[in-house]
């Protein structure tokens, strides 16, 4: 083979292979990074597509705080409180000051990694900042989990009194 082709040849191989690592190790980066997110319900139960996160996952979950569940350590800036959807409630414990609009009974979202099968440890809680703001992933799954009310035609129109 002629050294000239050959040095080309070799060239190309390289630059392939570092090519294929670089990709590789995005690829892995990415995947590290990406956090799913779940509902209380799909948390405990699965999505819809059998997929359930493993005990040390990092992942989003939102919902809202279930009203008398949230508990203050005097000591320190931890906070333990139950988050709930229509299924059962999830436990999330969170180190730090809670953002402002943080209150019982409003929706939250918190990102953190799984601890046990309800169970979070939160690195940040991120709370709607009105009455009508709601995530989008929270709305989506709150489409697909909720059914609207149903009304009859008296509680439409009000009692009279």
Known sequence: MNPRRKKRLTLLLALVVGLGATVGLILYALNQNMDLFYTPTELVQGKPDG?????????????MVVKGSVQRDPQSLEVQFDVADVGPAVT???????????RE?????AQGVLVNATTIEAHEVLAKHDEEYMPPEVAEA???????????EAQLQGSVQ
């Not at 999330?92 to 943080?102: A, C, E, N, T």
């Not at 009974?105 to 979202?109: E, P």
């Open 142 to 152: 709150m489409k697909k989990t909720h059914e609207p009310l149903q009304y009859s």
């Open 105 to 109: 009974g409003q929706g939250i979202v």
């Open 51 to 63: 997929t359930k996160p493993e005990v040390g996952q990092r992942l989003r979950i939102g919902g």
């Open 92 to 102: 999330i414990k969170y180190d730090g000051i809670l953002p402002d609009l943080f």
